[in-house]
Nanobody, 125 residues
Framework: QVQLVESGGGLAQPGGSLRLSCAAS????????MGWYRQAPGKQRQLVAR???????DYADSMKDRFTISGDTAAKMVYLQMNNLRPEDTAVYYCHADLDTMDWNTYTLARDEYWGQGTQVTVSW
């Protein structure tokens, strides 16, 4: 019903930059927030940043000075600009969305959370 497709991951050197993109599609009625999480090997998935309808943003403390989230929930797009990358930023980055879908047969709204398939970011020499 809902697809989140990420792009933009890859290999960067320490101090370098990458930009991630995520596009949402499907039977979306409205979006409450879109954002990015990451999961490094052997660690729990953690919030990187999210943007809510209306433009409010949240960041993990360790990333707020280097990463910038942008996008437009109405356009169903979210981006993550990552600057001054560090080796510890190496992880799989997942796009996340909190949204309503509409069943047009029954006119029923359903709120749920959706995840993209993940995109690998590797920071290394």
């Amino acid at each position: 019903q809902v697809q989140l497709v990420e792009s933009g991951g890859g290999l960067a050197q320490p101090g370098g930059s990458l930009r991630l993109s995520c596009a949402a599609s499907g039977k979306i009625f409205s979006i409450y927030s879109m954002g990015w999480y990451r999961q490094a090997p052997g660690k729990q998935r953690q919030l990187v940043a999210r943007i809510q309808t209306g433009g409010n943003t949240d960041y993990a403390d360790s990333m707020k000075d280097r990463f910038t989230i942008s996008g437009d929930t109405a356009a169903k797009m979210v981006y993550l600009q990552m600057n001054n990358l560090r080796p510890e930023d190496t992880a799989v980055y997942y796009c996340h969305a909190d949204l309503d879908t509409m069943d047009w047969n029954t006119y029923t709204l359903a709120r749920d959370e959706y995840w993209g398939q993940g995109t690998q970011v590797t920071v290394s020499w």
